[in-house]
């Protein structure tokens, strides 16, 4: 079978999807899960070439082809400092960008993504009678943990520390009664939905089955109205949903976003523009931003 995948910077690259390219994939994921959990080490090219049987420059191309960036530019972008520097270099809290989004831009997720609350009988049995299927992905920003209910998606989160137990954990207190099957094959599609909206992909579009405090929903409402490349305030999130005083409540409420990325709380950062306080990791947190830099993305 041929599918298109559009590349980070908007240029389209046709190829076969064989068991060589999911392999390519998943050891790009598997790298860049490597760097986030080691960027303080700022391993470099022949390293990371070495740890994925790769030629150096065979691994370099492969890996610049799927994310858009090269190794050492994407490290470049996770060190503390370059980041920190990134960001205020005009990507620091960007109110007026927020202000565009709630206007109606045609690219933002809430035009792709249908949040959708839980019952109160399924909030108060705490997913007793649910089936969640869910499993791991690669993708061009390391591997996610995705699940899914007959509603929808209901969990989205990445690997912190190389740990994949963590992110299962979570997922599992989320919906603490509910079964769960490990289910790779069906959950796949959602997992090519996901980069493809996160890319800008209009054609592709997710129901969000999820549950929280009225707050919290209307807190996740608003952070889909955050356009791609633009970062805001904890503030500015309170304002736009007149509560200009829960700045701390907001906090609390992006923390337990529990769909990460189509819900984009890594676009929320301190006044100040430091970049930390993401439950993925600050290291992951930095690479998105790096990614979204300059509307790159879509």
């Keep these: 079978m041929i599918y298109t995948m559009n590349r980070i910077g908007g240029q389209g690259f046709r190829r076969y999807y064989s068991p060589m390219v999911k392999l390519a994939e998943q050891i790009v ?16 090219l022949d390293a990371l070439a070495r740890r994925a049987g790769y030629d150096p420059t065979h691994f370099q191309k492969t890996f610049t082809q799927m994310v858009g960036l ?29 202000a565009a989004g ?8 809430d035009l792709f993504v249908t949040l959708e609350a839980a019952t109160p009988g399924e909030i108060r049995k705490k997913g007793a009678g649910l089936l969640v299927r869910y499993a791991f992905h690669p993708t061009p920003i390391g591997d996610i943990l995705i699940a899914e209910t007959d509603r929808g998606l209901c969990w989205l989160g990445f690997v912190v520390g190389e740990d994949r137990e963590i992110g299962i954990t979570r997922l599992r207190a ?29 054609k592709s579009k997710l129901n969000l089955h999820l549950h929280g405090t009225n707050f919290q929903l209307q807190v996740w409402h608003a952070l889909m109205k955050i356009p791609c490349g ?49 439950g993925w990791g600050t290291p992951r947190k930095k690479l998105i931003l790096a990614l979204e830099s300059g509307d790159t993305v879509y």
């Design 29 to 44: 994921s598997d790298a860049i899960d490597y760097i986030v959990a080691h960027w303080q080490d700022q391993p470099d």
């Design 70 to 98: 090269s190794p050492k530019k994407l490290g470049q972008f996770l060190h503390a400092r370059h980041a920190r520097e990134f960001l205020l270099s005009g990507h620091s809290t960007l109110n007026a960008a927020y």
């Design 102 to 109: 709630l206007s109606g831009n045609g690219r933002l997720h």
């Design 174 to 202: 989320y919906w603490p009664n509910a079964e769960f099957i490990q289910d790779a094959q069906g959950t796949s599609a959602s997992a090519e939905k996901i980069i493809g909206i996160w890319r800008g992909d209009k």
């Design 230 to 278: 633009a970062t805001v305030s904890y503030q500015t999130i309170a304002h736009a949903i007149d509560r200009p005083k829960a700045s701390r409540a907001v906090g609390s409420a992006v923390g337990a976003n529990p769909v990460s990325l189509l819900i984009p709380c890594h676009r929320v950062i301190q006044g100040s523009g430091i970049v930390e306080n993401y």
